[in-house]
Each structure stands twice: as structure tokens, then as C-alpha cells.
């Protein structure tokens, strides 16, 4: 078991200086010298979103205990919140990594399902073998947005980074289709019970937030949804409805012309007071001034 106070954070700043590495300020490196990384002497807990594409070598790791090989030609996935212990490499190891936080993820999907489809993949398939054509495709996007995010003088760097970075998780999905179609691996109970919390959050959050409805639909208490949900997950089902609510705002104030008082009865939110006080906590700017931004 792995011991909570022995617990340490890795973050994206950290990433920056694992050599030869180009990143954008508010959330996003590449890099493909993970060699460089400093090996954890503790378990060390993901603060973003990790895919990496194994070009040669081979790395040992486990993440929440299991153990995971990634051999070349491995895409593999590690979601924010989940712990990496036990790490070794061969000296030749060398990835292809996309690290994104959470915050700037958010500001390029373009709705939830994108969201859950890929948490719920990276849970069940930390690491995928892909096909030659899967990893040319892979390797293309990581070489497009390594120059663009390098291209400085570029007008609408930002943008066009996010945008590249959408197509390649859409053009990626088709890996998620292929794995799922031809996936025969069993489930335990609490991933199971897990990815229905989830399907369950996908389609009803924008009118229910309370823990206690989405354990009653599953026929559990709310005391027992919250521990399958906190051990699969490392977040509680109250940090997962937040986040959800928190990403259709931020998609609604960006791609839409809604106001903020039709966001508000979207949402099912009492009054427009109380959905502002609650976007300021999560993102700390107002609706009306993240929309500006």
C-alpha cells in the first residue's frame, strides 16, 4: 500500500527542464527526453493530463499500485490525480510526451463527453499498443505543435495550438474505438460501478448535482458511491459534478451567445448571484470577465 504521507506532487514546471522541451505558459509541454527526468525516490502524484508515445527502450512503472510495461510503439495515459510509484527505465528510454493540465484541456475540449471518453479509456487502458499507421499519426501531431508552439511570432499561436490539439484527441479517438471494439478484458465491480457514475454525470449534471441522486439511480447510498468513486478516481463524486459544471460554463461563455442569465437557468443554478459566486471559486475570475479573457 502506498503511504499517503510519503506522497509527493510532480508538476508541469518541473517538466520544462527535462531537456529539450517547448511549453506554453498556462499549461502545456512537449518534450522527448523523459531520460531526463529525475527518477521519484517517493510515489508521486500527477497535477496533469499525461500521453506519451514510447520510441525505444522500455520503462517500469506502476500507477495506483498496478503495475504497467511500455515498450516502443506504447501510447500510454496517466490522468491528473493518479499516482506513479515504482519507476525505472532502460538507459535508452525516450518518449514522446504531451503534458496538459487540467485548466488548459478545458479550454480546448468542446464538450463533456470528450472529457469522460478519455478519462474513462486512460483508467481501463493505461497503456495501448498501436498500430503503425496509429503511431505515425500520433508522431505527426506531437512534431506539428512542437514547431507551432515554437513559432513565437505567430499571431494566434495560442489558438492554433489548442486547435491542433482538439484534432489530435478527435483523430486519436479512433484508437479508444478500436481498443473498446476488440477489448475482451474484464472489469472489476468498481470500475464498472465507476464509468455508470460517470455516463450518469454526463447526461444529467446541467440539472442534478446532488451525490445522493446519482446513488440512488444506482441503487447504492451515497455513502458507498463516494468511497467506489474516491478509490477508482482519486477525486470525490462532488469534486467530479463541479468539474463537469465548471467545464459546460467555460464552454457555453466561450462558444455560445447565451447570456449568463439563460447559462443560469441552463444549469438549473437558483439565481445568476449564486452561478457567479460558483464559477469565481473554481476559476477565479466572474462568468462576465472570463468571457472578455
Given amino acids: 500500500m502506498v503511504k499517503k504521507n510519503n506522497i509527493v506532487d510532480t508538476t ?32 508521486t502524484r500527477m497535477t496533469f493530463i499525461l500521453m506519451a508515445l514510447c520510441r525505444k527502450g522500455q520503462a517500469q512503472y506502476s500507477i495506483d499500485t498496478r503495475e504497467q510495461i511500455v515498450q516502443p510503439g506504447d501510447l500510454l495515459f496517466i490522468s491528473e490525480g493518479h499516482i506513479v510509484d515504482n519507476y525505472s527505465a532502460s538507459p535508452d528510454f525516450e518518449c514522446s510526451c504531451i503534458l496538459v493540465s487540467t485548466q488548459f484541456y478545458h479550454s480546448f475540449v468542446q464538450n463533456v463527453k470528450n472529457v469522460s471518453s478519455l478519462l474513462l479509456f486512460s ?4 497503456v495501448v499498443r498501436l ?12 512534431q506539428t505543435i512542437r514547431d507551432k508552439i515554437a513559432d513565437t511570432q505567430h ?40 464509468a455508470k457514475f460517470i455516463r450518469l454525470l454526463e447526461e444529467n449534471f446541467r440539472k442534478e448535482r446532488r451525490v445522493g441522486w446519482y446513488a440512488n439511480k444506482m441503487g447504492i447510498t451515497a455513502k458507498y458511491l463516494s468511497e467506489i468513486v474516491k478509490n477508482v478516481s482519486k477525486r470525490t463524486p462532488n469534486e467530479w459534478i463541479d468539474s463537469y459544471v465548471i467545464l459546460e460554463i467555460r464552454v457555453m461563455l466561450k462558444n455560445s451567445t447565451r447570456t449568463i442569465g439563460q447559462i443560469t437557468e441552463d444549469l438549473n443554478f437558483p439565481n445568476q448571484s449564486f452561478l457567479g459566486k460558483f464559477f469565481k471559486e473554481h476559476v477565479g475570475v466572474s462568468p462576465t470577465e472570463y468571457r472578455k479573457s
Avoid: C
Fill in 123 to 126: 483508467m481501463n487502458n493505461p
Fill in 131 to 142: 498500430t503503425p499507421r496509429e503511431i505515425q499519426t500520433y508522431s505527426n501531431y506531437f
Fill in 155 to 194: 499571431h494566434y499561436r495560442i489558438e492554433l495550438v489548442k486547435a491542433l490539439l482538439l484534432a489530435m484527441f478527435y483523430d486519436m479517438s479512433g484508437v479508444i474505438y478500436r481498443v473498446e471494439q476488440s477489448s475482451s478484458k474484464g472489469q472489476s465491480r468498481a470500475d464498472v460501478m465507476f
Fill in 12 to 43: 508541469l514546471e518541473e517538466a520544462r527542464s527535462w531537456g529539450n522541451a517547448q511549453y506554453l505558459e498556462d499549461g502545456l509541454v512537449l518534450t522527448d527526453r523523459i531520460a531526463y527526468a529525475p527518477i521519484p525516490k517517493e510515489p
